[in-house]
């Protein structure tokens, strides 16, 4: 069984005026929306915790950020980029692994913390009522904070390579990390749900998450496929990331058409993850 | 009057499972297909059939009463009553299975003194923090940050990370900011349990002035019944998740304690747990059951058990807790007779004298305990205790200490030898 709990407005119930009305419910509703937005200091307040804690020693905050990234790419770029002689879409291999990486690496930490943040944040979930999804979404944001730095390794790297980016690229940012958003928190969410209930799937996510690097092309580019490039293109991180390139270091045009198909499937993602999110929210507290 | 919370017919469902605990491991599910695919498939067919073993137990069963506008209301009843599922549908935490509440006004609830402080963060941070997840604006706490900081008494560390805080400190900057709360409606758990008494005497103190500001309207859960009768006008008894009184405090209250003593006396011995039957456990003082203990004598504690088969590792004796749940002391009738570690079928009557002017005054609770060690424990599901009050010695001069935690467990029961040297 389940919970509305409606904020609502005196206005639209000026007979009873009641402004909570607590009941069993079965299905999302966009009361839970408007639910969010009245919420919304909170989830600033879990961004600046998470953001706070994590750069109050602000220059190893930032070195952290930017070692991670930086280091996968010293070794990708060895072990594939020189070893194995990985094609790069005509462009150094660094640079070309670095801007698939900081995408991502925004998704992959975003999905793996959306999987365990109910379980994770459980002493505060079974004290206080607040909308659930603020976690994952709060984890999110603190994420672009550590993506915004570690990205000065890649204006870094366009100006030593001697890039410079289209007027479209830069403008696609923004709604590059919003898919790469929707799509973290949708997998994540989902793989939440299975999280609280199955509490030994924790373990092995992390495997999980680490293989899906290997079908999303960072350290390839999707042209390797050859005839199956569009199966690659079915994972939304591939259009996301090949997008990037292209607008950022002029490999490619960019796919309108694959980015707008990764676009929707990351939305129906999304909205698969919160629906199936709101079923365990209801009763994880209870079994906790 | 008017009706500030309105509760309609809440009903909430548990599901008890009787071969799992907690929560499920995929691996074992997994393990249960491959390895007992029959088994697994009967218990699915029994599920979606509703006859699976799982038991149905309901926290709350039809819970009906209405809240108006600035009354305080106690919440009372025995622990697994219902007190705390009925609070965590009100706040939202987790959704009824049956029933509805209208809930007029801004709430907040205080579960827990201190949710989601972090520790690397410093005490004003966390002020803001917590602040912002019981429900506060920012505006809120800063225009309050002050009297918060005040109010908690460690100005000095308010810029130190709350890791460095002794748990004194914590708890006080954590009620502090809780005090500070201004909703309309207020729900309260148990927090007052926390800090020493010096300090719960000012959350009291705070209580009684925020109960007392015009309009606030208060929900207060407690198995203190000096607070509750203190704050609360009127209160709420439930049993077994029903309500069964909701009435002037005082009623409330004397109908509590008088089927809890029922309870107490009615401890239906005797009680079996495989190879032992208890007959009797009881404390007495100079040959009389009771449970009002004076200091300055010894006190008894008898139990009378038999066990039907010859037993290896055998041990029976007591433990014996304070009010804080803390054993104290426990005490094997095989701590000084190993031979009755192997014990022959039989009927038994063991008494123990505690001796006086041994423990501090205070509130204590004996819990019988039998088991053979490293095999198998009895009377664990369904324990078998007694509580008891013991009084300061009459001739005992008492400090009356605020500081609880400095007090000691144990009384030394000689004078000290004084000489005045010049």
Redesign the interface.
Known sequence: MSQLIATQKELHKPLTGWTKIIRPKKTFSLEDLRELWTYRELLYFFAWRDIKVKYKQTVIGIAWAIFQPSMAMVVFSFVFGKLANLPSDGTPYPIFVYSGLLLWQFFSSSLSDASTTLVSNASIVTKVYFPRLLLPIADSVTKLVDTFFASLVLIGLMIYYGYMPSLTGILIIPFLFLISFMAAEGAGLILSAINVKYRDVRYILPYFIQMLIFITPVIYPTSIAGAYEWVLKLNPMASVIESARAGLLGTALIDWQSLAVSATISGLLFIIGVIVFKKTERYFADVV | METVISIKGIGKK?KIFHKQRG?????D?ISSVIFKPFSYAKGKAKNILGRSTKEIFWALKDINFDVQKGEVIGVIGRNGAGKSTLL????????????????????A?L??VG??F?P??TGK?NI??NG???GM??KETESKLNQIIEFSGIERFIDTPVKRYSSGMYVRLAFSVAAHLEPDILLVDEVLAVGDAEFQKKCLGKMDEVTKTAGRTILFVSHNMDAISRLCKKTVLLEEGEVAMFDDTDKVIARYLQTKQEAASATPFPVTDGEVTVRDFSISQEEKQTNEIAGEKPLNIRMDFSIAQKLQSFRAGIFIKNSLGTVITRSFVQDWDQTLESIEPGTYAASLTIPERLLRPGEYLVELKIFCSGTRGYFENQRIEKDFTLHSPKDFNEMQSKNTTTRGYFLIPTEWNIQKNG
């Open positions: 548990y929560y499920v491991a995929l691996r599910v965590k549908i009100l706040t939202g935490i987790t959704p009824p299975t049956t029933g509805e509440v209208r809930i007029k006004g801004k709430v609830s579960l827990e949710t989601g972090h690397e963060l941070e803001f923090l912002a997840i019981l604006t920012k």
